[in-house]
T-cell receptor, first 112, second 113 residues
Framework: KAGVTQTPRYLIKTRGQQVTLSCSPI?????VSWYQQTPGQGLQFLFE???????NKGNFPGRFSGRQFSNSRSEMNVSTLELGDSALYLC???????????FGPGTRLTVT | AQSVTQPDIHITVSEGASLELRCNYS??????LFWYVQSPGQGLQLLLK??????LVQGIKGFEAEFKRSQSSFNLRKPSVHWSDAAEYFC???????????FGAGTRLFVKA
């Protein structure tokens, strides 16, 4: 069974631009969660989707948004990028909210 | 409120020595408990999980963890550490109730020869 895939793997953007990251969960998984990981802040929860509905949300500004499609694939968008948005963005999928999560390799975003 | 505490930011052990990483949690519903490992530049890999039943669970790579409800703990152990175990380890709690999964801050393991 294929694992969680994330695209792109690496991205370089300029301050003020916007970016969209994509995540394809394991087949059959209906929950997708997004995390931001930085050396100083560790693993920070962004949001979680289940069957196209946002079920949980972390403490990030409105510039961070996401959505989930009917095939469970998910995207997250960051608008008006700031230098502090440079991070590894991880996507995880699971059968249900609160269950065991399987992580993708992440997207490394660098904002210059 | 839901929370996970990993008291040790980093730990150094000698290769071949035993290892115990601590994890304490607070959760408002029936907890599901997890340990993940992250090697440098990689995503997180599930080491083991506890849902119910036997409180001592076995995982991959020779790791085990014991759930102690009275202490709200889920400590990770390995009897003999290998150099390849050097990584960051995250404890997490999820479960019923629709709450998000909560991750601890992580413990970085260094292994010395």
């Amino acid at each position: 069974k294929a694992g969680v895939t994330q695209t792109p793997r690496y991205l370089i953007k300029t301050r003020g631009q916007q970016v969209t990251l994509s995540c394809s969960p394991i087949s059959g998984h209906r929950s997708v969660s997004w995390y931001q990981q930085t050396p100083g802040q560790g693993l920070q929860f962004l949001f979680e989707y289940f069957s196209e509905t946002q079920r949980n949300k972390g403490n990030f500004p409105g510039r961070f948004s996401g959505r989930q499609f009917s095939n469970s694939r998910s995207e997250m968008n960051v608008s008006t990028l700031e230098l502090g948005d440079s991070a590894l963005y991880l996507c995880a999928s699971s059968w249900d909210v609160g269950g065991e999560q399987y992580f993708g390799p992440g997207t490394r975003l660098t904002v210059t | 409120a839901q929370s996970v505490t990993q008291p040790d930011i980093h730990i150094t052990v000698s290769e071949g020595a035993s290892l115990e990483l601590r994890c304490n949690y607070s959760y408002g519903a029936t907890p599901y408990l997890f340990w993940y490992v992250q090697s440098p530049g990689q995503g997180l890999q599930l080491l083991l999980k506890y849902f119910s039943g036997d409180t001592l669970v076995q995982g991959i790579k020779g790791f085990e963890a014991e759930f102690k409800r009275s202490q709200s703990s889920f400590n990770l152990r390995k009897p003999s550490v290998h150099w390849s175990d050097a990584a960051e380890y995250f404890c997490a709690v999820g479960g019923t109730g629709g709450f998000k999964t909560i991750f601890g801050a992580g413990t970085r393991l260094f292994v010395k020869a």
